[in-house]
């Protein structure tokens, strides 16, 4: 029997891992009886405006730009005809985006899914070589292009006759703007199918070469069904902000569909380091903030410099939250940090309670739709207060574009993304690391975050990040820890010891690092994740 599906192009769906490959896909909640055909954009814009809120702010930016959802709607669909009528897309065709957090870029991805197309969202910061794979892996026709960064697409595009590069955010008579002008406001969506995949999002690259995960239609919604409704809450009157690209998917989530689906705002902005957020929660009224645990610990040492009071709701992934970056930051502001762990591959947050049910040190529950367990290596589960690995299903689940790699995340139906946990009776899930972080030295089994963690309440410790240095004359490993001080002018050894035995106070004292590295800065990616595996590759090249 063919499949349903409003595709033309059917790359995507060729591309898919094969059924047996598959993760089990469950729809438990009402909530999640979705149609055989939907186009998400309709669910996230058009819908607003037929029910009559049309006139609600939708986007906002601190350029000035105050979209309400008509004038979103009304920009898409212009955009919409551009894609459709100058460039020939199709439905399924890939269009690849390029630009900061600004209502331009929202409006772009909200017009390649009304053509039917597929958005392929990137970063701003990718170099060539990073772009020139996604363009290639995802087989790309059509990139659109904030005008200003255009250097390192126009490298990335090199020899590449097939594709056409597109730019906004310009006065030129070519650019998108001025093809939009001779466009009508009306855009008759495209008819697609639950199935149809509506994005590919790249992985960050926190374990080497990124991964291409693709999402349908269907997913986009489900996510706010879950993790959105039960555990996000958000209300109509909201304004969500952070700092996430909208080419990572916990941006995309908290910056557009969580605030979309609910028929909030949103601000995007440009760049979004610590101090500009308490800026916009001050200046704005922001209700809701999505951030990496490192925002939140440098804006608890800021937070009464600004009047926060709007602020009701703070959104950690990314990576694990540090138990002292939570105490820091709801001593400071008296707000608790919903904690989450979320993948690429799964879109979303899977595991994270609601404010009302926060457990400092806890990831949190299953978020409804979900189920979680801790399995063994055969993929049996465990005992509570068993350390295993995570392991879990719901309405979404990875699909990466032909990648060995499914068999490794998909594995009888369950999706393992790669972490270590232990689950406790009331149903709590903690982080215990990485699966490659779990270090062992001397015949311990040991944690790397929870020495990173141990450190971060030394108060001259800024960041952190612990590794497995190989030690070869014992056929062992020893922990390594590369630090970012407060104040750089304590780089010293009597500092290193110092910080070996406040470890060691806090700790059981063979977790220890027995080197410490003092580093102005930690390798990160785009999206604020420590590339540990570049950490790894440094410490496996040294001596012991």
């Known amino acids: 029997m063919t499949a349903r599906t409003g595709h033309v192009d059917r790359f995507a769906e060729q591309h898919l891992p094969t059924p047996e490959q598959m993760p089990e896909l469950r729809f438990q909640l009402p909530e999640l009886q979705f149609p055989e055909y939907l186009n998400a954009a309709d669910h996230f814009v058009d819908r607003h405006v037929r029910q009559g809120r049309g006139g609600h702010r939708c986007i906002v930016s601190p350029g000035g730009i105050d979209w309400t959802y008509a004038d979103l709607l009304r920009t898409a669909n212009k955009i919409a005809h551009v894609l459709v009528d100058d460039f020939g897309v199709v439905p399924g065709a890939r269009v690849l985006l390029r630009a900061p957090n600004t209502p331009m870029l929202a409006a772009c991805w909200v017009a390649v899914l009304k053509a039917g197309a597929i958005a392929v969202t990137t970063m701003p910061l990718y170099r060539a070589a990073e772009l020139r ?3 290639e892996k995802a087989r790309v026709s059509l990139a659109l292009c904030d005008a200003r960064l255009s250097d390192e697409l126009l490298k990335a595009c090199g020899g590449l006759a097939d594709l056409t590069v597109a730019y906004f955010e310009t006065d030129d008579v070519k650019g998108i703007e001025a093809r939009m002008d001779a466009k009508p406001d009306h855009f008759d969506n495209c008819t697609t199918a639950a199935e149809d995949v509506a994005i590919i999002g790249f992985t960050s690259g926190t374990t080497g070469t990124p991964k291409a995960a693709m999402h349908y239609h269907r997913d986009l919604l489900a996510t706010c069904e879950t993790y959105g409704k039960y555990v996000l ?16 998917t916990f941006g995309l989530g908290g910056l557009l569909l969580f605030p979309l689906h609910a028929g909030a705002a949103t601000l995007l902005a440009e760049k979004g380091p610590p101090e500009d957020l308490l800026r916009y929660v001050q200046s704005f009224g922001v209700t809701t903030i999505f951030t990496a645990p490192i925002a939140y610990r440098t804006m608890a040492g800021l937070a009464e410099k600004y009047d926060i009071s709007t602020l009701r709701t703070c959104v950690s992934a990314g990576e694990t939250l540090p138990g002292a970056v939570f105490d820091a930051w709801y001593e400071k502001t008296g707000l608790k940090i919903l904690d989450g762990i979320g993948s690429t591959e799964m879109l979303h947050i899977f595991v994270g309670s609601p404010l009302d049910r926060v457990r400092s040190g806890s990831t949190g529950e299953a978020v ?17 207060g068993t350390v295993g690995r995570l392991a879990v299903k719901g309405p979404t689940g990875c699909k990466y574009l032909d990648d060995a790699r499914q068999t490794s995340y998909v594995q009888n139906g369950w999706n393992y993304p790669g972490d270590a946990y232990r689950r406790d009776d009331d149903g709590y899930f903690y982080y215990v690391a990485r699966a490659d972080d779990i270090i062992v030295s001397a015949g311990y089994n040991i ?17 952190v990040a612990v590794v497995a240095k190989p030690d070869p004359a014992h056929a062992t490993h020893i922990v390594k820890a590369y630090v970012v001080l407060v104040d750089a002018s304590h780089h010293h050894d009597a500092k290193a010891e110092e910080l070996r035995e406040h470890v060691r106070a806090v700790i059981a004292p063979f977790k220890a690092p027995r080197e410490i ?4 800065e930690l390798p990160r990616t785009e999206t604020g994740k420590v590339q540990r595996f570049k950490l790894r590759e440094r410490a496996s090249s040294e001596g012991v």
């Open 133 to 135: 794979h996604m363009i």
């Open 233 to 248: 809450q958000p209300k109509h009157d909201d304004l969500f902000c952070g700092s996430p690209p909208l080419a990572f």
């Open 368 to 384: 409804p739709g979900y189920v979680a367990e801790i399995h063994d290596d055969d993929g049996s589960p465990v005992p509570n």
């Open 447 to 463: 944690s790397g975050p929870e020495v990173e963690q141990a450190l971060l309440t030394h108060e001259h410790v800024r960041e």
């Open 517 to 520: 590295e003092f580093v102005r």
